[in-house]
């Protein structure tokens, strides 16, 4: 296992701690397990094939489906045995099963044929073939014939939206559905409706599936009830679908996902596996905010513009190459301004080009500067940057001015399985054990962990707090001080706090200081120093010796933390570069900059600039005033590094090979230096070189010679229709599959198929021999729910000051006043994010798209009232003398005071927020 370079994963390895505590024996034959865990974890963990339906290894046991039926004896003399499901019965010591006993192999067949009285016999079209649970267990129970000859129930189908089919007469009544939506994801719209006999899972009537995790119900069903709608409009089958692994670049999180392509159009996106992060979830703008990547917004050719009055002409990339390479003869005259959406290696390449003194992060003003205090807090404090993971552990939850749900949302959804501490600790000592799942809910009730929200407005993930609290910025920051000094005197006090406020201080501060495992939850979505800040304090006053405390602090882009390791300078620096003469080349980097500084600054920068080079891969703003633009590959046409918010850096790999002249924006930057980078790994080490802040990231995943018996690693599976196939699109014959001289995957379905032997962070798509859907995962875990083989993926690359003195932030802003006296117009106007639509990439999608809201300005009523306005008037803001006209949205969750603007919508021009503006009812034309 050549070029292979070790992976650690501190989450992982804690993951992975497990205590062998009884013995079970299986067909006769003894086996040692954690006797916390139930018959059928523990027999899929050691790689026995017992079928189920109901059974989530996410979502525990309830006992509905009776597929997964073992006989059970009381001991060795025991002959007859009786019948168990193996999901509800405990590994303890001494238990005796027989899977292979012919009476249970019976039951198991007579439960999938009277499962499938009803089903319809549409494998052939249905989307789930091939990649179905149901087609599997049936075949592995042995049923193949189907004697049922009469009528069958049928039902009427649901508009669910635009990310989810609706097939209900392929329903097996698992309950997988709601279980996962209601219970799990903290969805209301999606219920089991029945009366008799007759179940179904569906809305109360047609209509979008409200929550932002319902593209998971096409992995959790076990059958084709719901599928990807967005797959479904060009459908594939399955097993002529390419993989590669990848890392979702739609937010800071880090989620695993495993793209998926035919005829060089990516087709989809599912989750892939990786227990420190995401699991087994992704949220659906992860999901299916894909499409951009087949946009006719593409930038497939080079393009020039020779004047400014010219119009753009396509160019070969020699000629591309040429016209960069003469407009950087002087690189003293050249600025570079990277981006937080781009790999690290793609903004080191351009640092290198341009210089580190003349490379410019591409962030705005204050997300640098935010981004920056959060890599401060991360490096000097005691309390530990939590990973999605370890959120989900923690027993006490204080989010501090960030709406979770919209700027982090596979976060929120940790978050709410984090509130189930208290009950499983109930649960625990009722002995109920805690993979039980429906008894625990009947048993505990309502009872759940402390989790305190404390925002501007409210949030999705309110239903699942102990408390809310909505306040102004500056506010929440001063509370979240005041928590902080509760903790631990040394903190700086915060004075004339209310008495009420004093009380939910106190309350908050009892929670957190009484839990085993704190957790803080804050970030930049109130755009607010102080507000991060004071997350900081309560999460360093909560580590001490024998104790220590998770901080989360959500980012907004895929790459923030790890241009931030990188450093640069301030986008208003390169901007006086170029008016002051002592640039007159600017090169930008996937980065559309009316999305990071006002209008005019962009304007009057770009109108300086003699000459502008845009590379990326969607045209936009900023690459309608260049005057060269190189097309970039997508994450799907490219291979990098990306460093999640909790400092984990993660590679990603190309899916499919570049059309035309696309090429990754680091080869399009290499090829014009002339540095002779061969290879994505000669690119990571002359980075890691330079770089000492970044180096860990060359273990992130195996090095491009690493080979397992000689064998690449297949992006097609085996079941493929074969090379001819792979490429019918573009001709008849069997092409030279492509070289690939950046990663250990190959264009192919040919290579090594085995299991135990991939790396994790080279894993494209999970299948086993006869577990054909996503269950096969069983497979290539540790143990069930546990890490993969060979530990979950990534490299942390920052890890806390353990046993450190915290120096604490002393700063403690001012009370918010509300002007309503001295200026009625003038409010504090701040930003509103949304999981569907603040998002650069992921609104270019048609699907994704529909789901994004309409601008607005959201008032509270008393503002509203005051103001003489009403729900829908047409309102004006002014700020600094620029203006903007919107439909008015009262929202009487918001703070008084306050102003919410939607941020990174389609059509709004960028504004810094938050910042003091006037609010007038807008003159009729």
């Known amino acids: 296992m050549e070029g292979l370079r070790k992976s650690t994963s501190p989450a992982g390895a804690r993951t992975r701690i497990r205590k062998l505590m009884a013995t079970i024996y299986i067909d006769n034959q003894p086996y040692q397990v954690d006797e916390r865990q139930n018959l059928l974890h523990q027999c899929l963990s050691l790689g026995f094939d017992l079928p189920y339906f109901c059974w989530h290894p996410a979502m525990g046991s309830v006992g509905s489906c009776r597929q997964c039926a073992v006989k059970q004896y009381k001991d060795e003399s025991d002959k007859q045995g009786r019948i168990v499901m193996a999901c509800m019965v405990p590994a303890s010591e001494g238990t005796r099963i027989s899977i292979e006993d012919p009476e249970a192999a019976a039951f198991r067949k007579s439960i999938i044929e009277w499962l499938m009285i009803n089903h319809p016999h549409d494998c052939p079209v249905c989307e789930e073939g091939g990649e179905c649970h149901l087609q599997d267990m049936t075949l592995m129970t042995g049923h193949t014939y189907r004697r049922y000859r009469f009528k069958k129930r049928t039902f009427r189908n649901q508009y669910l939206g635009p990310f989810i089919n609706h097939e209900m007469n392929r329903c097996i009544t698992c309950y997988r559905c709601v279980r996962f939506y209601g219970d799990y994801a903290g969805g209301h719209d999606l219920q089991a409706l029945g009366i008799h006999n007759t179940v179904y899972f569906g809305r109360s009537e047609d209509g979008v599936l409200e929550n932002e995790f319902s593209g998971n119900l096409a992995e959790v069903c076990p059958t084709g009830v719901f599928t990807d709608k967005t797959l479904g409009e060009d459908y594939t089958r399955k097993w002529d679908l390419a993989a590669a692994p990848s890392v979702c670049v739609h937010c800071a999180v880090g989620c695993n996902t495993s793209p998926n392509e035919r005829y060089g159009e990516l087709r989809r996106i599912v989750n892939r596996y990786n227990g420190a992060v995401n699991g087994y979830f992704i949220c659906d703008r992860g999901r299916f905010g894909y499409d951009f990547v087949n946009s006719n917004k593409r930038i497939r050719k080079p393009l020039l ?25 002087n690189p003293r005259r050249v600025i570079g301004i990277g981006s937080p959406r781009a790999s690290i290696e793609a903004n080191f390449a351009l640092r290198k080009l341009v210089g580190p003194e003349r490379f410019y992060n591409g962030m705005s003003e204050r997300e640098q500067r935010l981004v920056g205090l959060v890599l401060e807090i991360y ?37 709410r399985q984090a509130i189930r501490h208290k009950a499983l600790d109930l649960a625990e000592v009722q002995g109920i054990p805690r993979w039980q799942d429906n008894s625990i809910r009947d048993a505990v009730q309502d009872a759940q962990s402390p989790m305190f929200i404390i925002t501007p407005d409210m949030t999705r993930l309110d239903d699942a707090a102990s408390k ?103 986008l208003e620096e390169a901007f006086n570069a170029l008016s002051k003469g002592t640039a007159d080349t600017v090169i930008v980097l996937e980065n559309d900059l009316y999305r990071r500084a006002a209008r005019a600054q962009v304007d009057a920068a770009l109108d300086d600039a003699e000459h502008v080079v845009a590379i990326d891969h969607l045209s936009n703003q900023t690459t309608a005033r260049a005057e060269l633009i190189l097309p970039a590959g997508t994450f799907a046409e490219s291979d990098g590094t990306l460093v999640s918010y909790e400092g984990r850096a993660q590679r990603f790999f190309q899916v499919m090979e570049p059309a035309g002249d696309v090429r990754e924006s680091w080869r399009w930057l290499s090829d014009a230096a002339g540095w002779g980078w061969r290879s994505l790994d000669e690119a990571i080490a002359s980075c890691v070189e330079d770089l000492p802040s970044l180096r860990g990231i060359e273990d992130a995943a195996p090095l491009a010679g ?91 690359l920052i890890e806390p000051r353990v046993g450190a003195s915290p120096r604490y932030f002393d700063a403690a802003p001012a009370t918010f006043e509300p002007r309503a006296s001295t200026s009625p117009n003038e409010l504090l106007i701040i930003p509103l994010h949304h999981v569907f639509g603040s998002e650069e990439l992921s609104v270019e999608g048609e699907a994704l798209a529909s789901r994004a809201p309409a601008l607005y300005l959201a008032l509270h009523p008393d503002d509203a009232s005051r103001l003489n306005m009403h729900n829908g008037d047409s309102v004006e803001i002014s700020v600094r003398g620029e203006k903007r006209r919107l439909p008015l949205k009262v929202n009487a969750a918001l703070a008084p005071g306050l102003a919410g603007l939607p941020w990174g919508l389609r059509g709004m021009d960028y504004l810094e927020l938050p910042v003091l503006g006037k609010v007038s009812k807008a003159m009729s034309a």
């Open 305 to 329: 513009q020779r004047s400014r009055e010219s119009r753009f002409e396509s160019i070969d990339s020699e000629q591309a190459l040429d016209h960069l390479r003469n407009l950087v003869v």
């Open 379 to 415: 490096r000097r404090g005691p309390a530990r940057p939590a990973s999605p993971n370890d959120a989900e552990q923690a027993d006490a939850v204080l989010v501090l001015g960030e709406d979770v749900a919209n700027t982090a949302p596979r976060l929120s959804l940790n978050l």
């Open 468 to 570: 809310t609290l909505r306040a102004a910025p500056d506010d929440i920051a001063r509370l979240g001080f005041a928590v902080a000094h509760d903790l631990n005197v040394n903190v700086p006090a915060v004075s004339d706090l209310s008495v009420d406020l004093q009380d939910q201080v106190h309350e908050i501060a009892r929670a957190l200081k009484t839990a085993k495992r704190p957790l803080v939850v804050s970030g930049l979505g109130c755009r607010s120093d102080a507000v991060i800040q004071a997350a900081a304090n309560v999460a360093w006053a909560l580590c001490g010796e024998e104790r220590a405390a998770d901080l989360c602090l959500a980012l907004p882009e895929c790459n923030s933390l790890g241009l931030a390791l990188m450093g640069g300078g301030r």
């Open 706 to 796: 690493f080979r397992i018996a000689g064998q690449k690693i297949p992006r097609a599976p085996h079941r493929y229709s074969g090379r001819t196939a792979q490429w019918a699109n573009v001709t008849v014959h069997e092409p030279k599959p492509p070289v690939d001289p950046d990663t250990p995957l190959s264009f192919s379905m040919e290579g090594y198929h085995g299991i135990r032997k991939q790396p994790p962070a080279a894993i494209p798509f999970f299948w086993a021999p006869r577990w054909n859907s996503n269950e096969s995962l069983n497979k290539f875990q540790d143990e069930v729910a546990g890490p993969l083989h060979g530990g979950n993926p990534g490299v942390r």
